[in-house]
């Protein structure tokens, strides 16, 4: 029988512990600006601006892997004006943010396709994951232009590429493939916004993830909703598979 010394870990530890990587689909920003007469825009600027509060409240409570939900591959096919909105939005957001994370500590990294971000975007991000890069704090990863089928399709094409022999295909080695290579799988999945579902993202890491949602929208998501999370995390048992 093999034994994943860390698995055990986590079950052992099950009790009052935070969770090493937390993932969020940071889902509700149109039904937040809906709810207030406000256009769309205004939902996807309050949403980043919760951004920072959560990156510091999870940074505060311990978390050492954040990945968060910012543009899926589908999200392309929402209205021009709405796409075009949350490129700028992002391109201000990392320009701004960047230099504080850093001094923090942080350490960005972007999950994702590059090819379709427009040159100012793309070289945004390319700074600020190498200018955090050997960062030892809290590991962000943006998932922007990200699907969790595009990763798994791309991981395969570039093993194929790299010429990596039929025998050494393995799940060790598709995983130093995927975007998140040197990133754990998941161990709290969370969405906003009342949804029950994945849309397509982590679909690997998130194999045995627990899974938390919230009715709250996400603009209106940190500190205490994030405790009630974490709540219902220590009471979950995880048992990998295992007769325990
Ligand atoms: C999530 O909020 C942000 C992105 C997908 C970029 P939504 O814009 O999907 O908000 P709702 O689901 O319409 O309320
Ligand atoms: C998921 O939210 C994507 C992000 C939060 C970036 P969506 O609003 O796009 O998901 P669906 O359409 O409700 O499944
Ligand atoms: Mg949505």
Known sequence: MTVNPEASRRI??????VPHHVAI???GNGRWAESRGLDVSE???AGFENLRRVVADLAERGVAYLTLYAFSTENWDRPESEVNGILALAIAVIAHEAEQLNENGVRI???GRVDRLS?????ELERAVENTASNTGLTLGIAFDYGGRAEIANAARQMIEDGVPIDEI???KFVEYLYTADMPDVDLLIRTGGDFRISNFLLWQ?????FYT???LWPDFYGEHIDMAFESFNERKRRFGKRI
Do not use: Q
């Not at 998130?206 to 627990?210: D, F, I, M, N, Q």
């Open 12 to 17: 052992e530890n099950a009790k009052n512990t």
């Open 206 to 210: 998130t194999a045995y993830s627990e």
């Open 109 to 111: 990294k972007h999950l």
């Open 25 to 27: 689909i940071m889902d």
């Open 119 to 123: 040159a100012e975007l793309r070289e």
């Open 214 to 216: 919230s009715e709250t």
């Open 43 to 45: 939902g996807h600027h």
């Open 170 to 172: 393995n799940e060790s």
